[in-house]
C-alpha cells in the first residue's frame, strides 16, 4: 500500500483516538494512537497526545518514554524536552526533570521552561 494511505489511516486513527478520549475511554485511545504511531513514526502530535493519555492514567514513566521516542525523530522540538521534564518530574525523577528542562532552556528561553526550572530547583 503507498506510503500516502498510511498517513490517511494514520490521521484517521488518532481521530478516532481522540474521540474516545474525550469520552473518558483512555485504554482504547492509547490502543488507536499506537497504532497509528505505527503507520506513521514522524507523527509528534501523536506521540505528545499518547503521554498526555499516559499520565491522565498517572503511568507518568511510559508518558516520559514515549516522547523520549519522539524527541529522536524531531531533535529541535523543544516542547518535547520541557514535557520529558514534566512527566520525570511526576514520576519522581527530579534528575531527569533538571536535565531535560536545561534542554528545553538551551533551545528556547520560553518563560514558561524558566518558571518550570525555578520550580524545580526549589524541589532539590
Do not use: C
Not at 514522524?42 to 508518558?63: P, Q
Not at 514515549?66 to 534528575?95: C, E, P, Q, V, W
Amino acid at each position: 500500500m503507498p506510503k500516502h494511505y498510511d498517513d490517511i489511516e494514520s490521521e484517521d486513527l488518532y481521530e478516532m483516538a481522540l474521540q474516545w478520549a474525550s469520552q473518558g475511554f483512555y485504554d482504547k485511545a492509547i490502543e488507536l494512537i499506537k497504532q497509528s504511531i505505527a503507520l506513521n513514526p514522524n507523527f509528534i502530535g501523536a506521540y505528545i497526545d499518547l503521554a498526555h493519555l499516559y499520565a491522565k492514567k498517572r503511568r507518568y514513566n511510559d508518558a516520559f518514554h514515549i516522547l523520549k521516542k519522539a524527541s529522536k525523530i524531531d531533535t529541535g522540538f523543544h516542547r518535547l524536552n520541557y514535557l520529558m521534564a514534566k512527566y520525570a518530574y511526576k514520576n519522581g525523577d527530579y534528575k531527569a526533570a533538571i536535565k531535560y528542562i536545561n534542554r528545553a532552556l538551551d533551545q528556547s528561553n520560553e518563560k514558561l521552561y524558566i518558571r518550570a526550572k525555578e520550580v524545580l530547583t526549589k524541589k532539590r
